[in-house]
């Protein structure tokens, strides 16, 4: 018997081999587990782990004809939050060279067994890590509460004290203080840990500290380090690629999410976010190949983004493959009926329609459909995603059944009101795969809106800081450009003092943010996700 509230535990057992399945299923019931549930697929175990709660997952590593699978799963979860720290997770191999071993150790809190192993050491292997989930009750306990102070300050203080696991206690405290947006702080505590056992993930916590604290470039140079002394280190990559995509740097933020997928080769969003900038960089057989990865990957998973869906419909169009664009317009709408109230998903739906459509008829029909959902462009929940796809279905009309004026206004709205950074600016580029004269309108406007900000900003300098903020409201209204309504209210509240009606033209400000600009959850595909590559998971199920 493991412990004495073994009987209780529900346990998750993720083998390809049915046989060795059903030798371990006995070998947990024999240790006093008091349900096991079998799979044999990745996408199995994921989709059950996000619907239902084990105490105990039991993964095989070489899963699926991949060396990297059970890892890749285990990564993924612990990444994306979707794991209960609560839970152990003990990873099965059949060899054990040192890097699996020190992946297991940096990614899970549990354990490594390699085969052939007795039920014995695998009980044993459990129940050392249900005593260590006890001994680190009151920080976990915390976390479950959502009391991410209290958690903190309990793992900073085992970690000062030195206490039993004290080095996970101080990574832990060091992800808590990037939750509470003190980067400095964790980047201190980072720096500390790498002190006293240089790890990649230590370095890679530096590396995050320092991008969420502004200092991209020491970021990157920090980045490097790690992938010059670890360059298996796939977060490293995928935080790399983040970064570039950031800074608008799509090509380079590719060549980043092709290393990471290639690395962890059972990791849905880095497989999905590869596709998307590749789809995006116009190398189209490379993205079809990903984003097709990504179906067969579970596009039942929760970690599934129905854009892939749509992306892939794209290319299949381009590649004239009729039956390929109505499967991906019917698993859209299998979405759809999923989420009926779903805003995005209607768009998403809406344009895999139109690329059906416009299969089987004229390319005149096609642009009149075309120009009537363009009329989305003046809506308050038209974002940067929505801007995205249209410019790519104009794009894919023929440029003669355009109609010059009718696209050129498309594009010009769309501009006006996206163009708020240079990273921005170059995915509606890209969207619009580069072509005359959408790239003209969208280099235009991003100039345009860049002369704005700067003159309002040396009309403010000059001592005319009402007119400044008025200008700033007033084409920022009219093109509801997030830059110019933000600037406009920095500007205000700078000088709330001394501006006459400061607040009132703060509130002007804000509430047009709040009701046109949303925050870009997609640039060039990649999904901002709850969780920073390389990052300690600290969900807890109280936050699920």
């Given at each position: 018997?493991?412990?004495?509230?073994?009987?209780l535990?529900?346990?998750?057992?993720?083998?390809?081999?049915p046989?060795m399945?059903?030798?371990?299923?006995?070998?947990?019931r024999?240790?006093?587990?008091?349900?096991?549930?079998?799979?044999?697929?990745?996408?199995?175990?994921?989709?059950?782990?996000?619907?239902?709660?084990?105490?105990?997952?039991?993964?095989?590593?070489?899963?699926?004809?991949?060396a990297d699978?059970?890892?890749?799963?285990?990564?993924?979860?612990?990444?994306?939050?979707?794991?209960?720290?609560?839970?152990?997770?003990?990873?099965?191999?059949?060899?054990?060279?040192?890097?699996?071993?020190?992946?297991?150790?940096e990614?899970?809190?549990?354990?490594?067994?390699?085969?052939?192993?007795?039920?014995?050491?695998?009980?044993?292997?459990?129940?050392?890590?249900?005593?260590?989930?006890?001994?680190?009750?009151?920080?976990?306990?915390?976390?479950?509460?959502?009391?991410?102070e209290?958690?903190?300050?309990?793992a900073?203080?085992?970690?000062?004290?030195?206490a039993?696991?004290?080095?996970?206690?101080?990574?832990?405290?060091?992800?808590?203080?990037?939750?509470?947006?003190?980067p400095?702080?964790?980047?201190?505590?980072?720096?500390?840990?790498?002190?006293?056992?240089?790890?990649?993930?230590?370095?890679?916590?530096?590396?995050?500290?320092?991008a969420?604290?502004?200092?991209?470039?020491?970021?990157?140079?920090?980045?490097?380090?790690v992938?010059r002394v670890?360059?298996?280190?796939a977060?490293?990559?995928?935080?790399?690629?983040?970064?570039?995509?950031?800074q608008?740097?799509?090509?380079?933020?590719?060549?980043?999410?092709?290393?990471a997928?290639?690395?962890?080769?059972?990791?849905?969003?880095?497989?999905?976010?590869?596709?998307?900038?590749?789809?995006?960089?116009g190398?189209?057989?490379?993205?079809?190949?990903?984003?097709?990865?990504?179906?067969?990957?579970?596009?039942?998973?929760?970690?599934?983004?129905?854009?892939?869906?749509?992306?892939?419909?794209?290319?299949?169009?381009?590649?004239?493959?009729?039956?390929?664009?109505?499967?991906?317009?019917?698993q859209?709408?299998?979405?759809?009926?999923?989420?009926?109230?779903?805003?995005?998903?209607?768009?998403l739906?809406?344009?895999?329609?139109?690329?059906?459509?416009?299969?089987?008829?004229?390319?005149?029909?096609?642009?009149?459909?075309?120009?009537?959902?363009s009329?989305?462009?003046?809506?308050?929940?038209?974002?940067?995603?929505?801007?995205?796809v249209l410019?790519s279905?104009?794009?894919?009309?023929?440029?003669?059944?355009?109609?010059?004026?009718?696209?050129?206004?498309?594009?010009?709205?769309?501009?006006?009101?996206?163009?708020?950074?240079?990273?921005?600016?170059?995915?509606l580029?890209?969207?619009?795969?580069?072509?005359?004269?959408?790239?003209?309108?969208?280099?235009?406007?991003?100039?345009?809106?860049?002369?704005?900000?700067?003159a309002?900003?040396s009309?403010?300098?000059?001592?005319?800081?009402?007119?400044a903020?008025?200008?700033?409201?007033?084409?920022?209204?009219?093109?509801r450009?997030?830059?110019?309504?933000?600037?406009?209210?920095?500007?205000?509240?700078?000088?709330?003092?001394?501006?006459?009606?400061?607040?009132?033209?703060?509130?002007?400000?804000?509430?047009?943010?709040k009701?046109?600009?949303?925050?870009?959850?997609?640039?060039?595909?990649?999904?901002?996700?709850?969780?920073?590559?390389?990052?300690?998971q600290?969900?807890?199920?109280?936050?699920?």
């Amino acid at each position: 018997m493991i412990d004495r509230d073994i009987h209780l535990a529900h346990a998750l057992l993720v083998d390809g081999n049915p046989m060795m399945r059903s030798i371990t299923s006995g070998q947990l019931r024999d240790a006093g587990v008091g349900q096991v549930t079998a799979v044999g697929k990745v996408r199995e175990a994921r989709m059950l782990i996000e619907q239902q709660k084990f105490d105990i997952v039991i993964c095989n590593r070489e899963l699926d004809d991949s060396a990297d699978a059970g890892q890749d799963l285990l990564d993924e979860l612990r990444r994306e939050r979707l794991l209960p720290q609560s839970t152990v997770f003990v990873m099965v191999t059949s060899q054990a060279v040192y890097h699996q071993v020190v992946e297991a150790a940096e990614s899970a809190l549990d354990g490594l067994l390699v085969r052939p192993y007795t039920g014995a050491v695998l009980a044993q292997r459990i129940q050392e890590a249900r005593h260590r989930k006890r001994e680190l009750g009151d920080v976990l306990s915390a976390l479950d509460d959502g009391q991410t102070e209290l958690a903190f300050a309990r793992a900073l203080k085992r970690f000062q004290e030195q206490a039993p696991f004290a080095l996970w206690c101080g990574r832990l405290a060091a992800e808590l203080l990037l939750d509470l947006q003190r980067p400095a702080d964790a980047g201190k505590v980072f720096e500390k840990l790498q002190g006293i056992k240089p790890t990649a993930w230590a370095l890679l916590g530096m590396a995050r500290a320092q991008a969420a604290g502004g200092d991209v470039g020491k970021a990157r140079r920090t980045l490097a380090e790690v992938v010059r002394v670890s360059p298996d280190c796939a977060d490293a990559h995928d935080l790399r690629g983040r970064l570039m995509v950031d800074q608008g740097d799509f090509e380079g933020a590719l060549a980043e999410y092709r290393i990471a997928a290639e690395i962890t080769p059972g990791c849905l969003l880095r497989t999905q976010h590869a596709g998307a900038l590749a789809f995006y960089q116009g190398h189209k057989a490379e993205a079809r190949r990903w984003l097709e990865m990504c179906l067969t990957l579970g596009v039942q998973s929760k970690l599934f983004d129905a854009l892939s869906l749509l992306l892939l419909a794209m290319l299949r169009f381009d590649d004239g493959d009729i039956a390929g664009v109505a499967a991906a317009r019917e698993q859209l709408r299998r979405f759809r009926v999923r989420f009926p109230d779903s805003v995005r998903l209607r768009r998403l739906d809406e344009a895999a329609a139109w690329l059906a459509s416009f299969t089987g008829a004229d390319a005149a029909s096609a642009a009149l459909a075309l120009s009537a959902l363009s009329k989305q462009t003046e809506a308050d929940d038209f974002d940067l995603e929505s801007a995205n796809v249209l410019l790519s279905l104009w794009s894919r009309l023929p440029e003669h059944e355009r109609g010059s004026q009718t696209h050129a206004e498309v594009v010009e709205r769309i501009a006006q009101r996206f163009c708020v950074a240079k990273a921005t600016s170059e995915v509606l580029a890209a969207a619009a795969q580069r072509s005359e004269p959408a790239l003209g309108v969208i280099r235009r406007c991003q100039a345009e809106v860049s002369s704005i900000a700067e003159a309002a900003m040396s009309q403010s300098l000059g001592g005319d800081v009402h007119g400044a903020v008025l200008r700033l409201l007033a084409e920022g209204e009219r093109t509801r450009n997030a830059k110019l309504l933000e600037l406009a209210a920095a500007i205000a509240h700078r000088h709330e003092e001394v501006l006459p009606g400061a607040q009132a033209l703060i509130v002007r400000a804000t509430e047009r943010l709040k009701a046109s600009c949303r925050a870009a959850t997609h640039i060039a595909g990649i999904q901002r996700s709850g969780r920073s590559p390389g990052g300690l998971q600290v969900r807890s199920r109280a936050a699920a």
